[in-house]
């Protein structure tokens, strides 16, 4: 069998049979419960786990990185929105204060002509 295959069921159970005849069962299955159930060289090392862990820091940094750069999107156009209610607050509070002293001086107006009829007819 070469050595990159994983080794089959059948040829595990044929080597614990051998290891009992030999060892005993007791020592036999201790012996193939510490053999791994695939290839040495299929499993993770602690480098490949550092260097695993490393490429998905790096790659969340990045998208960290990117949706940082959405929210100060999101900041900035907030502050042209805030930025155009203040320019409208002040813009409505100008015209309210236009529209108030027009109907003022027309309330004077029409009062002052009021009286002045009155006024009129009772001395008349």
Partial sequence: MPASEPMGEDRRLALLNRLIETL????????????????????ATKDD???????????????????????AKVEGEFAKI??????LRGHMSLEIAKAIRTMVFTVMAFSVAIIGTVLGVGLG
């Fill in 24 to 43: 005993g069962e007791e020592e036999a299955k201790t012996l193939m419960e510490s053999l791994p159930p695939v290839m040495w060289t299929h499993l």
């Fill in 49 to 71: 786990l550092r260097a695993l862990e490393e490429r998905l820091r790096a790659e969340f940094n990045g998208k960290f990185a990117s949706i940082d750069g959405e929210f």
């Fill in 82 to 87: 805030q930025g155009s209610f203040t320019e």
